[in-house]
């Protein structure tokens, strides 16, 4: 979750004008449809190489107006942006399902359950058009009950509403304004960040296209431990990756995670494996993977329990939200409700039958998971509003457990009917936030979802093409993998624990999760209470450093710290460009790693 929030003055009074032209029109469609292709393309890299993701609508709408600036020669609004910025949202939202394949891609070359399921790039465009679809209808409605009647804040969502804002060309066309000297600084910041991130790719050996910068830097042969429980620390991947993504992540997520994130790296690659070799769990010098192997189960314990815990401390939540199912399903003034209501319909069908002849999965666990995915999303949506914490990951592997109930023992159930609950309920996410930062400028609730609609299948289409590319090219299972899939990482575990029952694990492996099970709940317990959450460790935190490579924490603790200093020196400075900065670092690695494939294809590079 994001620490830094862009804020523009006078907001108030900027947002009580009104659309001075068409939201929806050529110019506005065209960059539309450019940003929802970068968001699609750019969005998979950084999260299956770190399993987190900025605030895209604030990411979205910075792209929006360099590409508007351009095409439209500053004769367009913060209105228009805003249709950009939502159609990028929503093709991001799409391709942060990739997560979905990538969890695919490990069960697959599990060794501890049978599983088949290797979606084809037309399968895995119509399963997540459907899904993604699906999802935007049904948050459709939830938009006057939670944004309108209850006003709830969704603070990322207000922050891209200031950014909006904040880059609005037509104050920047008055030389004396500062609002738009800030916006033409910002956008300058975020140009220049971006190229140095794309140069740094471009150079580096693991891009493999010029071997100029190498892909990071290892301890060699430095081993710890007494003899007989040696460690390598290079073949546990401990040292620092040359990557501007990493920092730029690191900016935005903040120090206190990012802190956490190291301790549970160094638990888990430097301690963890001279202990492991020290009492024979695993063989001298080991590798990653089997360390891994032993690990991720500590990871996996933590995450599910602190999520869930934090959850129940918000029962409130739960309940409010299960009140509001009628009056949330009643309103639909984005659209009109026959075409939502329609829609739906429609999209449930075409659904259940993708999911049925791709995947052969029977039509009433597609509609079950569909059914649940509402609750989940109003869950999700009242505790995002209110604390800007989204608990949808969490849940939707738990709903796993439902489908492991109904079909015991089946890993194709359990993963799928996760991963259908999940992709149709994480869309909301997103979107909502577009929803506040709309309601903010004024913006027409019904070019939202239009936009929306237009973004969601174009996200799917690039994941579908660039997905493949990026495993051929990077890697996602096995020792020399670049992609680490932290959150794929764990539905795939959870799946293989549900589908043999934890048999196949080794007795002390599942002591350390039961002891990591505890620890998670306790210290999400610890975290609701204001005088310990400064010191108390937070479970997302210590699970990603358990989950993540070593080399690719150290970057996002540069970025941690980098915030802690720059907000302590200089708030306001860190309020105008951390956010611009971030978002170039972010950007310019991604767009290369997906363009990198191309090129290889075609003769450039090393291949």
């Known amino acids: 979750m994001a620490e830094a929030v862009l804020e523009a003055p006078h907001a108030e009074a900027l947002a009580a004008d009104a659309p001075r032209a068409p939201q929806i029109n050529i110019r506005s469609i065209g960059a539309a449809i450019i940003v929802a292709i970068i968001m699609g393309a ?123 804002m904040l880059l609005d060309p037509p104050r920047g066309l008055h030389r004396d304004d500062p609002i738009g000297r800030r916006a033409k600084r910002a956008a300058l910041v975020m140009v220049v960040a971006m190229a140095a991130s794309a140069l740094l790719m471009i150079f580096r050996t693991d891009a493999r296209l010029f071997d100029l910068v190498p892909e990071g830097w290892d301890p060699g042969l430095l081993t710890l431990g007494a003899a007989g429980a040696a460690v390598t620390l290079s073949t546990m991947g401990v040292g620092a990756a040359y990557s501007l993504l990493n920092v730029g992540s690191g900016l935005l997520v903040g120090f206190r995670v990012n802190f956490w994130m190291m301790v549970g790296g160094i638990i888990a690659w430097v301690i963890a494996p001279v202990l492991l070799v020290r009492y024979g769990v695993v063989p001298d010098h080991p590798s990653r993977t089997v360390v891994l192997r032993w690990v991720m189960w500590s990871g996996l314990g933590m995450v599910m329990s602190g999520g869930l815990t ?80 989204g608990p949808i990951g969490s849940l939707s592997n738990l709903t796993q457990a439902v489908f492991a109930g109904l079909a015991p023992g089946g890993a194709a159930a359990i993963a799928l009917g996760g991963a259908t609950t999940g992709t149709v309920a994480v869309t909301s996410e997103g979107l909502i936030q577009d929803y506040r930062a709309a309601q903010m400028i004024g913006s027409r609730p019904r070019s939202m979802a239009i936009a929306q609609l237009i973004g969601a299948p174009i996200g799917a289409a690039v994941v579908a093409v660039v997905y493949p590319a990026l495993v051929s090219t990077y890697g996602i299972v096995g020792e020399h993998a670049k992609l680490s899939a932290p959150g794929s990482r764990v539905s795939a575990g959870f799946t293989e624990i549900l589908a043999t029952g934890g048999g196949a694990l080794p007795a002390s492996a599942l002591w350390a999760m039961a002891g990591s099970v505890v620890l998670g709940a306790l210290f999400a317990i610890l975290e609701q209470r204001p005088r310990f959450r400064k010191f108390c460790p937070t479970p997302v935190g210590l699970s990603l450093g358990i989950l993540l490579p070593f080399s690719v924490i150290v970057g996002l603790f540069m970025g941690g710290v980098a915030n802690l200093v720059w907000r302590t020196t200089s708030r306001r400075t860190a309020d105008d460009y951390m956010v611009p900065l971030a978002s170039g670092l972010i950007a310019g690695e991604a767009i290369v790693a997906v363009i990198v494939p191309i090129l290889v294809a075609l003769g450039i590079g090393r291949g």
């Not at 399921?117 to 935007?136: D, E, N």
């Open 310 to 389: 934090a959850l129940a401390l918000r029962w409130r939540l739960l309940v409010e939200a299960m009140r509001s199912l009628r009056s949330a399903s009643a309103a639909g003034e984005e659209l009109p409700l026959p075409l939502v209501v329609g829609g739906i319909i429609v999209l449930t069908i075409a659904f259940c039958v993708v999911q049925w002849l791709f995947f052969g999965l029977a039509p009433w666990l597609s509609f079950l998971a569909i059914l649940l995915a509402v609750p989940l999303m109003l869950v999700g949506l009242r505790a995002l509003g209110e604390t800007n914490w």
């Open 42 to 164: 750019a969005y998979p890299y950084m999260v299956l190489k770190l399993g987190i993701g900025p605030n895209v609508s604030i990411v979205a709408a910075f792209l929006g107006f360099l590409i508007l600036s351009v095409i439209a020669r500053g004769s367009y609004d913060r209105w228009q942006n805003n249709i950009v910025q939502t159609a990028g949202t929503s093709a991001a939202q799409t391709a942060f399902m990739c997560s979905a394949l990538a969890n695919f891609e490990m069960l697959r070359a599990s060794h501890v359950i049978h599983f088949t399921i290797a979606p084809t790039p037309f399968q895995t465009f119509a399963w997540l058009t459907c899904a993604s679809l699906l999802g935007v209808l049904l948050a459709a409605p939830m938009r006057r009950h939670f944004i309108v009647d209850e006003n709830l804040p969704f603070p990322d969502g207000m922050a891209a509403g200031e950014t909006l």
